[in-house]
């Protein structure tokens, strides 16, 4: 599976932003996919991760009710819907995808897209 993310730009604070991450090569039917972000100085930390079939979702808690995570499988396509942005939301966010269940770990996913940058500032 090959991952591409897009979507990332500059937003002002209280801002909204779309990440979106292509698949190609296999299906993503089966696979569970994430976003992960990396701050500047900073480890890479989980954002959201969603189910083969869309049925359950899990979320860093700083981001619980302002970030969706959707995925539509038909399409190949992984989503990150991002609102009241705040400044330390700035990050470089990579989607990735891994078989089976649903994990926050980033050693457990197989496969990763290169990074979109999303940068909060006014």
């Known amino acids: 599976v090959q991952l591409q993310a897009s979507g990332g730009g500059l937003v002002q604070p209280g801002g909204s932003l779309t990440l979106s991450c292509a698949a190609s090569?296999?299906?993503?039917?089966?696979?569970?996919m994430g976003w992960f972000r990396q701050a500047p100085g900073k480890e890479r930390e989980f954002v959201a991760a969603?189910?083969?079939?869309?049925?359950?979702?899990y979320y860093l808690d700083s981001v619980k009710g302002r970030f969706t995570i959707s995925r539509d499988n038909a399409k190949k396509m992984l989503y990150l819907q991002m609102n009241s942005l705040k400044s330390e939301d700035t990050a470089v966010y990579y989607c990735?995808?891994?078989?089976?269940?649903?994990?926050?770990?980033?050693?457990?996913?197989?496969?990763w897209g290169q990074g979109t940058l999303v940068t909060v500032s006014s």
């Open positions: 090569g296999r299906t993503i039917d089966t696979y569970t």
């Open positions: 969603i189910t083969w079939g869309g049925g359950r979702t």
């Open positions: 990735a995808a891994k078989g089976a269940m649903l994990s926050t770990k980033q050693d457990d996913y197989d496969y």
